[in-house]
């Protein structure tokens, strides 16, 4: 698959096959998400923590609910936590945490989703584990480098059911040489 259909390609899945996903593809997947450009180049590289297991990975999305119902900060943003059918990792056999700066996680984090499509597995970045990230007894549990901030969460496996493409609203496009 060329990078153009990845691009227009890739949906957030939310339903995987438990299967589990060999080592050697999470891997390249990786090593795709870090080539990413850093704004330095002898900048220190990110890190990867990978997650394995569908059943180990649900424990951990009840732990992120009971964790977030019991210390989310007050105000508006946190109604999936009364959604009917919201999962924290959807079933997922793989998850993928990067940590490092924010941009430069966000762009492997990209990187990531394009590659696993173009490589035939499925995707879902999940910003709703990060409270409980932030907590640093769960950092050290999942061996999170003690120097290095958790930024993307992103569910890994082979997609169960294949969201259809979507085609977003046209952007605004300025053209700078209009008078
Ligand atoms: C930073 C970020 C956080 C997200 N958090 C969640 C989440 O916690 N749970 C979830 O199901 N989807 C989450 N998503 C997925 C978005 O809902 C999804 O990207 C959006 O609906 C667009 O759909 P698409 O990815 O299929 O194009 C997140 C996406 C991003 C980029």
Not at 33 to 44: S, T, W
Not at 84 to 100: E, L, M, Q, R, T
Not at 144 to 152: D, F, H, Q, T, Y
Request: aromatic residues 8%.
């Amino acid at each position: 698959m060329d990078v153009i259909a990845a691009i227009h390609g890739r949906r957030s899945v939310r339903s995987y096959d438990p299967k589990p996903v060999a080592r050697d593809l999470i891997e390249s997947i990786i090593l795709d998400a870090a080539q990413a450009p850093p704004p330095f180049r002898d900048q220190n590289p990110l890190a990867f923590n990978v997650v394995q297991g569908a059943a180990r990975i649900a424990t951990y999305g009840k732990r992120v609910m009971d964790y977030t119902r019991e210390h989310r900060p007050d105000g508006p943003g946190w109604d999936w936590l009364d959604r009917p059918g919201f999962k924290i990792f959807w079933d997922a056999p793989v998850i993928v945490i990067i940590s490092g700066p924010v941009g430069d996680c966000n762009r492997a984090g990209q990187n990531l989703m394009l590659s696993a499509h173009a490589r035939g597995l499925g995707t879902c970045w999940v910003g709703s584990p990060m409270l409980w990230l932030s907590a640093p007894e769960v950092r050290t549990e999942l061996r999170i480098p003690s120097a290095l901030m958790p930024v993307a969460v992103l569910c890994l496996g082979y997609s169960a059911a294949i969201p259809e493409t979507v085609v977003r609203e046209r952007p605004l496009i300025v053209w700078g040489d209009e008078a």
